[in-house]
């Protein structure tokens, strides 16, 4: 099971203190299978706010447990820590493996491939959710064939989803967002769009939890919405 750890920092000194240790903690777990995906996040400025990790666990508790081992968490340098179990249905494993700058450090390295996440929470009206989806499907699949979307799925209590894109600058980050169906029919109640800086990718963890939109649709039948 996949759980993203979405986080704000909360004392940039001591998140300097720490990201050695960090590294170094990311890198061991990537290397154990138990990381995804992650890097910070940086807000229309530049400047590194926060982090977004995609864990694979056995289940909530131990990916509490990654969370709270943390170095970043250890210090108290973070806002927190929000844990919550995602469901990975599209990914372009091209787009994070160019974009991943694991193999520079010092936060100067300029990339080509530029990403932004979308971290959205849905509306409670699920009907909404349920109309729009085919269309959003439908939205995603032109958007990743077009090389503009990394990542996509739902969040597994259906409250939400992350939606990661390509894209040259955020506002165009931004216009993809905007489009899509479900930003149309109001099924996003909320959403933050900030860029994200790989910094480590282990492919061999991002194969989709759903090989065709039928099983989620079965899925859905059965009483849980994907998205």
């Known amino acids: 099971m996949k759980f993203i750890n979405y986080v704000k920092y909360r004392d940039l000194d001591k998140i300097a203190g720490a990201r050695a240790a960090h590294f170094a903690y990311a890198d061991r777990l990537r290397e154990q299978g138990k990381l995804a995906v992650g890097g910070p996040l940086t807000d229309e400025q530049g400047r590194r706010i926060g982090l977004l990790f995609v864990y ?4 909530r508790d131990e990916a509490l447990a990654f969370a709270k081992e943390d170095p970043f968490t250890l210090a108290n340098a973070l806002s927190g820590y929000e844990i919550t179990e995602w469901r990975l249905r599209g990914v372009n494993l091209d787009l994070l493996i160019k974009a991943n700058r694991s ?20 509306a409670a009206d699920k009907s909404r959710l349920a109309t729009a989806r085919p269309a959003h ?4 699949r032109t958007l990743k064939s077009a090389g503009k979307l990394a990542l996509a799925g739902p969040l597994a209590d259906d409250k939400g989803g992350l939606f990661v894109y390509n894209a040259v600058r955020r506002e165009e980050a ?7 169906p479900f930003a149309l029919e109001g099924v996003f109640a909320d959403y ?18 759903f090989s065709t939109e039928r099983s989620e649709s079965s899925v859905l039948t059965a009483g849980a919405g994907e998205s």
């Not at 931004?174 to 899509?180: A, E, I």
Request: negative net charge; hydrophobic residues 40%.
């Open 192 to 209: 933050e769009l900030l860029e994200w800086l790989i910094e480590g990718v282990n492919p061999d963890l991002l194969a989709s939890d």
């Open 56 to 59: 694979e666990a056995v289940s």
């Open 174 to 180: 931004m216009s993809y967002l905007t489009q899509d």
């Open 137 to 140: 499907w439908e939205y995603d």
């Open 103 to 122: 193999a520079d450090r010092s936060g100067v390295q300029n990339t080509q491939i530029r990403l932004f996440a979308n971290y959205a929470k849905y």
